[in-house]
């Protein structure tokens, strides 16, 4: 059974600083990978999908990474800023024949300090 | 395309009462999910719908939830009678699925709702 795991759950930083957050997944046969974004008492909003063939993708001052192998992504935020502060979630496709759901992290809840 | 539309955005109500929520996906987005969000559980898929088909509704915790899809731009969440443990917020989401292809989930605001 796919579980998804986020470390850490919350995160405190100055601005300005480089950070990373990590995902791990226990089944390594994934579709793919994906990373949100939910500020409070908002919506998601998807940052990156990194397909299984591909090992990282960027997007602005994100990067994503993907190993498969070993059952982990990091998310990596360059010169943090106080509006990059959310929770950040990843998740994987559990695919079963027609299944699509996602399974889910529990989030890293990112403060950025000014 | 103003993105996936929920109503309400906040709802208060009475245990027992009944509870209907609503979602419009993004144009041309053939699948449409359900999800409930709390601060115990996290993130958990409701139910699932592919062209307007449900696929996989493991997720509704009991009886008292239904859902459907009577059309492609068009679902409803409906909780009958409503418990306090119900209490979270519901989101709707969409995507497009081309055969094979994943393609990436679009979330609505959510609805916020409060059992009594």
């Known amino acids: 059974k796919q579980e998804v795991t986020q470390i850490p759950a919350a995160l405190s930083v100055p601005e300005g600083e480089n950070l990373v957050l990590n995902c791990s997944f226990t089944?390594?046969?994934?579709?793919?990978l994906q990373w949100f974004r939910q500020d409070p008492g908002k919506g998601l909003t998807s940052l990156l999908l990194?397909?299984?063939s591909q090992r990282e993708q960027t997007s602005g001052r994100l990067n994503a990474s993907l190993d498969k192998s070993s059952g982990r992504s990091t998310l990596y935020i360059a010169a943090s800023q106080p509006g990059d502060s959310a929770t950040y979630l990843c998740?994987?496709?559990?695919?079963?024949?027609?299944?699509?759901?996602?399974?889910w992290g529990l989030g890293t809840s990112l403060a950025v300090n000014p | 395309d103003a993105g996936v539309i929920q109503s309400p955005r906040h709802e208060v109500t009475e245990m027992g009462q009944e509870v209907t929520l609503r979602c419009k996906p993004i144009?041309?987005?053939?699948?449409l999910f359900w999800y409930r969000q709390t601060m115990m559980r996290g993130l958990e898929l409701l139910i699932y719908?592919?062209?307007?088909?449900?696929?996989?509704d493991s997720g509704m915790p009991e009886d008292r939830f239904s859902a459907k899809m009577p059309n492609a731009s068009f679902s409803t969440l409906k909780i009958q009678p409503s418990e306090p443990r119900d209490s979270a917020v519901y989101f709707c989401?969409?995507?497009?699925?081309?055969?094979?292809?994943?393609?990436?989930?679009?979330f609505g605001p959510g609805t916020r709702l409060t059992v009594l």
């Open positions: 089944d390594s046969a994934i579709y793919n």
């Open positions: 144009s041309g987005h053939n699948s």
């Open positions: 989401a969409s995507s497009s699925w081309t055969g094979g292809s994943y393609n990436e989930q679009f």
């Open positions: 990194i397909q299984s």
């Open positions: 998740a994987v496709p559990y695919n079963a024949g027609n299944n699509r759901k996602l399974i």
């Open positions: 719908f592919n062209n307007n088909v449900p696929i996989d």
